[in-house]
C-alpha cells in the first residue's frame, strides 16, 4: 500500500469542498449493497471507470457517503475521511483500483456501523450452489484462482474482490457489490479462456480494465448471491513445503488479525471496528470449512490442489471439461 489515511472532522471536511467545489465537474451516484455513494470528480476517466464498475443509484436519491476524487497539480497524493459525515477526499489518487475500493469500504463503513452488515476483501464463487470464498493478502493469487475456479462449468461470480455479508441462524450468505470487475491484463495469459476478454478491453496505464465477464461465462454466470460453504486462506511461503492446511476458528482469526483481515483498504482502524470485525469474522469462520493453501507451486499446480480439496470438503465436481 502506498496511501494512509488521514481522519478528519466536519469543520475540516467542510474547508476542504469549498475549496475543492469549483473543480468536480462530474458527478454520478452509484448503489453499493443498498448503499447510494456519490463521486464528484476534475476527471472524466475517472467517472466512466466508475459507471463502467458500480451499478448506478437514482439522482433522486439522497446520496450516503461522498467520495470526492481530484487531480491538482503541484500537491502530493493523500486520502482524508469523515467518519461523521462519510466523506472521503482523494487527492492525486489516479490508480483506480485504490478509488474503487476507498468507495467501496466507505460503504462497509456505513453498513456495519448503521446495519450490522460486514464486508470481506475477498472473492466469492458459487460452485454448484455452494458458496466458495478466497481471502488473502496481495500479490498471493486470490484473483488468479477465484478466476480459475470460474471455468469450472457449473460455477457462476457474485464477486472477485470484495463482497458484503448477512449473519443469521443459518450459513452466512455472500453478496455481491459490483456491476462488473477490474482486472490485469495478464489474467488472459494464466487462462486462456479469458485472452478474448481481455482483447476486447480498454487497459490503463496500469494494464488493467473494467470487464463485463459475462462475455465469457454468459448472462447466468454471475449471480448477486450465494451460501457460504468452504472459505480458503492463501499464503506464499516457499521455506513451507506444507500445501493444504485445514484450521480452527482460531487459527484462522489468528491468520486475519496477523494479514490487517486482509483489507488495506479500511478506512477507520480503532478499537470498536477491531472487535466488530474480530466478531464477525469468527461467526463465519464457525459455520464453513476453512483451509490455508500455500501457492508456492504454478497457478495451474495450485488450483488443482484447490479443486481437489473442494471435491472432498463438497459434494460438486470441480473438474473442468477441457
Given at each position: 500500500m502506498s496511501y494512509k489515511v488521514q481522519l478528519i472532522n466536519p469543520q475540516e471536511k467542510d474547508r476542504f469542498f469549498e475549496n475543492y467545489a469549483p473543480q468536480l465537474l462530474y458527478t454520478s451516484k452509484a448503489d453499493i449493497?443498498?448503499?447510494?455513494?456519490?463521486?464528484?470528480?476534475?476527471?472524466?476517466?475517472?467517472?466512466?471507470l466508475w459507471e463502467d464498475n458500480f451499478y448506478s443509484a437514482n439522482e433522486n436519491i439522497r446520496s450516503h457517503g461522498r467520495l470526492i476524487v481530484l487531480q491538482e497539480s503541484n500537491q502530493p497524493m493523500s486520502v482524508h475521511y469523515d467518519p461523521y459525515?462519510?466523506?472521503?477526499?482523494?487527492?492525486?489518487?489516479?490508480?483506480?483500483?485504490?478509488?474503487?475500493?476507498?468507495a467501496l469500504?466507505?460503504?462497509?463503513?456505513?453498513?456495519?456501523?448503521?446495519?450490522?452488515?460486514?464486508?470481506?476483501h475477498g472473492a466469492?464463487?458459487?460452485?454448484?450452489?455452494?458458496?466458495?470464498?478466497?481471502?488473502?493478502?496481495?500479490?498471493?493469487?486470490?484473483?488468479?484462482?477465484s478466476w480459475?475456479?470460474?471455468?469450472?462449468?457449473?460455477?457462476?461470480?457474485?464477486?472477485?474482490?470484495?463482497y458484503f455479508v448477512r449473519l443469521s441462524s443459518r450459513e452466512p450468505l455472500a453478496l455481491g457489490s459490483e456491476k462488473n470487475t477490474y482486472i490485469q491484463a495478464d489474467i488472459g495469459k494464466i487462462w486462456n479462456e479469458y485472452e478474448q476478454l481481455v482483447d476486447k478491453a480498454r487497459l490503463?496505464?496500469?494494464?488493467?480494465?473494467?470487464?463485463?465477464?459475462?462475455?465469457?461465462?454468459?448472462?447466468?454466470?454471475?449471480?448477486?448471491?450465494?451460501?457460504?460453504h468452504n472459505i480458503i486462506l492463501l499464503k506464499r511461503d516457499p521455506t513451507d513445503n506444507q500445501i493444504i492446511t485445514q484450521l480452527s476458528v482460531k487459527e484462522a482469526l489468528n491468520y486475519m488479525r496477523e494479514h490487517d483481515f486482509c483489507n488495506p483498504h479500511q478506512l477507520v482502524r480503532d478499537k470498536r471496528k477491531l472487535e466488530l470485525r474480530t466478531n464477525f469474522f469468527e461467526q463465519?469462520?464457525?459455520?464453513?470449512?476453512i483451509h490455508l493453501i500455500n501457492t508456492t507451486g504454478t497457478p495451474q499446480q495450485t488450483q488443482t490442489e484447490i479443486r481437489k480439496l473442494l471435491t472432498l470438503t463438497t459434494p460438486f465436481d470441480t473438474k473442468y471439461s477441457n
Open positions: 449493497y443498498g448503499c447510494c455513494i456519490k463521486l464528484l470528480t476534475n476527471s472524466r476517466q475517472i467517472k466512466d459525515t462519510k466523506t472521503a477526499f482523494l487527492i492525486n489518487v489516479d490508480y483506480y483500483g485504490w478509488i474503487k475500493s476507498i469500504a466507505l460503504a462497509s463503513d456505513i453498513l456495519e456501523d448503521e446495519h450490522r452488515i460486514y464486508s470481506v466469492v464463487i458459487d460452485i454448484s450452489c455452494l458458496g466458495v470464498s478466497i481471502i488473502a493478502p496481495s500479490g498471493t493469487g486470490k484473483t488468479t484462482h480459475g475456479l470460474l471455468r469450472i462449468p457449473t460455477a457462476r461470480l457474485i464477486s472477485d474482490d470484495w490503463d496505464e496500469r494494464g488493467r480494465a473494467i470487464v463485463n465477464v459475462r462475455w465469457i461465462v454468459g448472462g447466468g454466470g454471475v449471480i448477486p448471491m450465494a451460501t457460504l463465519i469462520f464457525e459455520k464453513c470449512k
